[in-house]
Nanobody
Framework: QVQLVESGGGLVQPGGSLRLSCAAS????????IGWFRQATGKEREGVSC????????FYVDSEKGRFTISRDNANSTVTLQMNSLKPEDAAVYSC???????????????????????WGKGTLVTVSP
């Protein structure tokens, strides 16, 4: 079965850190742009960070720059999102998604939601609270 599975969410205090992982099952991540997206209660889904298939290009939505780091391990078909200095407004369900790089124009466009993704995970909940 082809799927993406997220892990690493949980409850953290403001200023704390979490490390989210996205693992591919039933396929490999070679050739795919991977994006992390989040959806807070009552809000629309938004892009957080995206990484190119060859790990040579990354994009971060403005509020995450300097706090979040995306990386990938194609050999193990995993993508990681390291989140530091978490704020209450970072609380959301975080999902990873994959799209073939040849099918899109830029990773920025992927993060901005311009493209339909090929695969989505079910998400992992991040709660930021004292």
């Amino acid at each position: 079965q082809v799927q993406l599975v997220e892990s690493g969410g949980g409850l953290v205090q403001p200023g704390g850190s979490l490390r989210l992982s996205c693992a591919a099952s039933g396929f490999t991540l070679d050739g795919y742009i991977i994006g992390w997206f989040r959806q807070a209660t009552g809000k629309e889904r938004e892009g957080v960070s995206c990484i190119s298939s060859s790990d040579d290009d990354t994009f971060y939505v403005d509020s995450e720059k300097g706090r979040f780091t995306i990386s990938r391990d194609n050999a193990n078909s995993t993508v990681t999102l390291q989140m530091n200095s978490l704020k209450p407004e970072d609380a959301a369900v975080y999902s990873c998604a994959a799209v073939k790089q040849y099918a899109v124009g830029s990773i920025k466009g992927v993060c901005w939601g311009y493209y339909d993704m090929d695969h989505w995970g079910k998400g992992t909940l991040v709660t930021v609270s004292p």
